[in-house]
């Protein structure tokens, strides 16, 4: 079964710092997609970064960057130098191969929250 | 390029009444979604079309529920008759292909069921 986990239900950093928000997921599929998506306190859900299960290759966009390894099943996102900005609802969310035809799965969410 | 389209943004109705909302998908796009999001249950999919052919409809909660997509920039998700329980943000989202590419998410609208 297909299962997205964000253990991290609050995190609270005082701007400038850096953190981490953790993503796990679980599918039998060996072809599957990973994304994060952003919920800013206006509600909207805002695209982040998509990621394919055959590339693994760590990806770094201005002061986000995403850590994929397969091995342990994880998909984090770490924002660097946090800015009051960022404070917002974060998912993480798998779509399996062909065979789910794209639906999302999203994990539970994590509620993020810089403070000045 | 415009996004995703929904219509209304709030609605606040009564138990017991027809409730429609409306999505006009990212032009070109084949592929169309309907998410409700609630604190209970977070983000789950309703139901999704493709080449407006409905292709999986079992998150529909049950026979209250209808979604249609009769043409490749329209699609409704009718509700009949409300409850308070239906109180939720729906969400519509649009791809390009079917597996695994990106979605990308209208507004919302937000459901208060009195």
């Known amino acids: 079964a297909q299962k997205v986990t964000q253990a991290q239900t609050e995190i609270s950093v005082v701007e400038k710092e850096d953190v981490t928000l953790d993503c796990v997921y679980e599918t039998r599929d060996t072809t599957y997609y990973l994304f994060w998506y952003k919920q800013p306190p206006s509600g909207e859900l805002v695209f982040l970064i998509r990621r394919n299960s055959f590339d693994e290759q760590n990806e770094i966009s201005g002061r986000y960057s995403w850590n994929f390894q397969k091995s342990t099943s994880s998909f984090n996102f770490t924002i660097t130098a946090s800015q009051v900005v960022d404070s917002a609802v974060y998912f993480c969310a798998l779509s399996e191969g062909q065979g789910q035809g794209g639906k999302l799965i999203f994990g539970q969410g994590t509620e993020l929250s810089v403070k000045p | 390029d415009a996004g995703v389209i929904q219509s209304p943004r709030h609605e606040v109705t009564e138990m017991g009444q027809e409730v429609t909302l409306r999505c006009k998908p990212i032009s070109g796009h084949n592929s169309l979604f309907w998410y409700r999001q609630t604190m209970m249950r977070g983000l789950e999919l309703l139901i999704y079309?493709?080449?407006?052919?409905?292709?999986?409809d079992s998150g529909m909660p049950e026979d209250r529920f209808s979604a249609k997509m009769p043409n490749a920039s329209f699609s409704t998700l009718k509700i009949q008759p409300s409850e308070p329980r239906d109180s939720a943000v729906y969400f519509c989202?649009?791809?390009?292909?079917?597996?695994?590419?990106?979605?990308?998410f209208g507004p919302g609208t937000r459901l208060t069921v009195l």
């Open positions: 989202a649009s791809s390009l292909a079917w597996a695994g590419d990106t979605q990308y």
């Open positions: 079309f493709n080449n407006n052919v409905p292709i999986d």
